[in-house]
């Protein structure tokens, strides 16, 4: 069975661009997470979505992102305009609720470096 | 926010021994899970516990849960060379159903 995809796996742009990542959970998931990963602040989680609607956003760091998730296999997160300190390994994670009982399937990520 | 805080931040330890990482959390929880994540990759679940269990097996992977003490242990018994990675403990609290992680464990074994 394919897993959680991210695309794309690298992303190197100039500050002020507008990024778009994206991700395809795995079939029959109802709940999509997006996280974000640095050294500094290790893994925080941005938004979740359960049957596509967003649950809790209270992590989006400021107005410059957002995410949407248009049916049950396609989840987006945009950053516009894009900043160095967004420079971060972004995750999607899929699982069958939204609740802690059940594990998340994580994808391998995208590098976003913003130059 | 972090809810979970691993412990110790690195280990490394010889193939064969085993390994010992522990995750305190703050708040009362539903569940605690462990993930372990290879360099460049996703993070991969390794076991579940939930609040009325206090301990789990799975291969050579045993998760303790004292929830009087809000802490948790993963053993890895005899250690190989792939079980090295990073390893983290995530927990959902008691009002509110989405994963906290903590900042992980990196360990590292050594052939």
């Known amino acids: 069975d394919a897993g959680v995809i991210q695309s794309p796996r690298h992303e190197v742009t100039e500050m002020g661009q507008e990024v778009t990542l994206r991700c395809k959970p795995i079939s029959g998931h109802n709940s999509l997470f997006w996280y974000r990963q640095t050294m500094m602040r290790g893994l925080e989680l941005l938004i979740y979505?359960?049957?596509?609607?967003?649950?809790?956003d209270s992590g989006m760091p400021e107005d410059r992102f957002s995410a949407k998730m248009p049916n049950a296999s396609f989840s987006t997160l945009k950053i516009q305009p894009s900043e160095p300190r967004d420079s971060a390994v972004y995750f999607c994670?899929?699982?069958?609720?939204?609740?802690?009982?059940?594990?998340?399937?994580f994808g391998d990520g995208t590098r976003l470096s913003i130059l | 926010s972090q809810q979970g805080e691993e412990d110790p931040q690195a280990l490394s330890i010889q193939e064969g021994e085993n390994a010992t990482m522990n995750c305190s959390y703050k708040t009362s929880i539903n569940n605690l899970q462990w993930y372990r994540q290879n360099s460049g990759r996703g993070l991969v679940h390794l076991i579940l516990i939930r609040s009325n269990e206090r301990e789990k097996h799975s291969g050579r992977l045993r998760v303790t849960l004292d929830t009087s003490k809000k802490s948790s242990s993963l053993l890895i018994t005899a250690s190989r060379a792939a079980d090295t990675a990073s390893y983290f403990c995530a927990t959902d609290l008691l009002n509110n159903n989405d994963m906290r992680f903590g900042a992980g464990t990196r360990l590292t074994v050594k052939p």
């Open positions: 994670a899929s699982s069958k609720s939204g609740t802690g009982n059940q594990p998340q399937h």
């Open positions: 979505f359960n049957n596509n609607v967003p649950i809790d």
